[in-house]
């Protein structure tokens, strides 16, 4: 199988970093109470993700191996506050919102995960690709999370999705449910743990099933062949 | 073919989880009877309403799970959880509120967990405070005791009430209902009102609140019904009953301004049901007998410091999700010593 295909499968599903290697649950968990607050958080990680796993790939054979993980927390450290910095100088009121939780991406197990594992043994290219694709799989779960529960706890999607386009997203907003109650839970921390594990457990599901399918392909084209 | 000659006692097995549920489910008839006579015919519409979304809950997931369907749902372990919540939540409330606590429990608390015997929460307990945590409004909104309101409701308003959110006669919810006596004895010592006084008050009888303390009487005699019947052992609930009662007479002799006497707090709110009914549930709670001790006195205590420093008026439920909680851990420090064995 191509290296890059394969590349691309592990970060967007097979070894998705939010629903497999359950890394970076805590901005995770924190910040996905809309679809713009992951959206937002997601972005920002994907950025980390590519620039760290693409600095460290070019200097890995620089880095001692006795001195990688100190190293490796320094460049993410680095590239975490100029993100953080151009964030609050261009998406001010976000910034805000998801506070802590931009610095906060330094401490990610899956952004060090992914320099130990991956780009510093690889050469840029495919590092760069790993960093997007793994950062794209988390912002797809923040994202499906965070649609979950601001569909469930307030009934809209893409509420204040001015904090992240500017003033012509202001109508954005789908308010699916008229009238909605509003159901506090989905946005309190509970929902967000009960939110992550439906969807790990349909990602189970899904993988189940297409096993179960593939086997029984096997096994039907070797009775094919057995008969014939 | 072979026969099988069995010799006598032929004996009934007692301890299956059927004849259990169904002495449990018995057991809360009178206390019920008396909801329906404080509280109106709208006690009884909550619990059929929460027992048809039970039962065809459980039907659903049991299905889903390819578990045998008809013993598990006769077991009567749903209509407990059930009715347990029904008669939790305020009678009026609106129907889609009994309906998702009841499904949450079931679905969520029970059923994801593996069924029954798997569950290491109180499915009752999980629903009340989702629909607490999530709903506060309607979970605070209780009826006034019958002999109170201006206002009693017939079956038919009660079912318009819970159904259709007002009456013919234009009532909504809020019109009929009114403060329980928990509530009004955590607002009124927060306007540093002496809970003497507050006790004056019409809403409140000679033990504790009005009508509650009939309610809680029949649930403690319903309880010692399954005590007579070996449903439950006496562990649990009179370990919760004696630290509540420790707990809130010593408060009650040195800081009589911040909480009612002790009778008040063993005679209002969800006491006894707590303590015979829910805090006794053999799955979620400790096993050893020292655990269950230990289970009891850590209910009763996070009870009273919840009643009285906590954020809501009641907090029976919180105290068992909290002690379920421990349960392993208790019981891992409270095994019984194997005879004959030395450490």
């Known amino acids: 199988m191509n290296p890059y295909y394969q590349i691309v499968k592990e970060g967007l599903w097979k070894n998705n970093p939010a629903l497999v290697q359950l890394l970076g649950l805590c901005p995770l968990l924190a910040v996905t109470n809309t679809v713009i607050n992951g959206l937002g958080l997601g972005l920002a990680t994907i950025l980390t993700l590519v620039a760290s796993n693409g600095f460290i790939s070019l200097l890995r054979n620089q880095i001692p191996d006795e001195a990688r993980l100190p190293v490796f927390v320094m460049i993410i450290a680095s590239i975490v506050t100029i993100i953080e910095l151009s964030m609050n100088a261009w998406f001010h009121d976000l910034y805000l919102i998801l506070g802590i939780f931009i610095p906060l991406i330094v401490t990610n197990c899956s952004i060090i995960g992914r320099a130990e594992a991956f780009a510093a043994r690889n050469s840029v290219g495919p590092a760069l690709l790993d960093g997007l694709m793994m950062g794209i799989g988390f912002t797809a779960v923040l994202v499906v999370l965070g649609g979950m529960r601001e569909l469930i706890g307030q009934g809209t999607l893409f509420s204040q999705a001015d904090l992240m386009f500017g003033d012509i997203a202001k109508n954005f907003t789908i308010t699916v449910i008229d009238n909605y109650r509003g159901f506090l839970l989905a946005l309190l921390p509970p929902g967000a743990f009960i939110g992550l594990g439906l969807i790990v457990a349909l990602k189970n599901v899904i993988d189940a099933r297409v096993t179960k399918r593939q086997t029984a392909k096997v096994e039907a084209s070797a009775e094919v062949a057995t008969s014939s | ?343």
């Open chain 2, 1 to 343: 073919m072979a026969i099988f000659r069995m010799s006598p006692p032929f004996l009934a097995g007692t301890n299956r989880v059927t004849i259990q549920m169904l002495q449990v489910i018995f057991a809360m008839i009178p206390a019920i009877a008396a909801m329906v006579y404080f509280f109106g015919p709208a006690v009884l519409i909550n619990i059929s309403l929460a027992l048809t979304v039970a039962l065809l809950a459980e039907a659903i997931l049991l299905k889903l799970r390819k578990r045998p369907v008809k013993p598990f749902i006769t077991d009567g372990s749903a209509a407990v959880t059930a009715i347990l919540l029904a008669v939790a939540i305020p009678p009026l409330s609106p129907w889609w509120l009994t309906v998702t606590g009841v499904l949450f429990a079931i679905v969520f608390a029970k059923h994801l967990y593996g069924g029954l015997g798997y569950n290491p929460f109180n499915p009752a307990m999980v629903g009340y405070v989702l629909l607490l945590v999530s709903f506060p409004l309607e979970m605070t909104t209780w009826l006034p005791v019958e002999s109170l309101a201006d206002k009693p409701l017939d079956l038919h308003s009660a079912f318009q009430l819970i159904f259709y959110g007002q009456t013919n006669a234009g009532w909504v919810a809020d019109t009929v209902s009114g403060a329980t006596p928990l509530d009004t004895m955590k607002t009124q010592i927060g306007q540093s009102i002496a809970p003497a006084y507050i006790v004056n008050q019409n809403l409140f009888g000679s033990l504790g609140g009005l009508g509650w303390e009939w309610i809680n009487i029949w649930f403690a005699a319903g309880g010692i019904y399954l005590l007579y019947r070996r449903v439950i052992s006496w562990h649990v609930p009179i370990a919760m009953i004696a630290t509540m009662f420790v707990l809130s007479g010593v408060t009650y002799l040195f800081a009589p301004e911040i909480t009612g006497s002790p009778l008040f707090h063993l005679m209002s709110g969800g006491t006894m049901i707590g303590a015979f009914f829910i805090a006794t549930d053999p799955v979620s709670g400790s096993t050893t007998v020292k655990g269950r001790l230990v289970f009891g006195a850590g209910v009763g205590a996070l009870t009273y410091i919840i009643r009285v420093w906590g954020g809501y008026p009641d907090g029976i439920a919180f105290a068992v999700l909290l002690m379920n909680m421990l349960a392993p851990l208790i019981d891992y420090y409270t095994q019984p010593k194997v005879y004959g064995a030395t450490k």
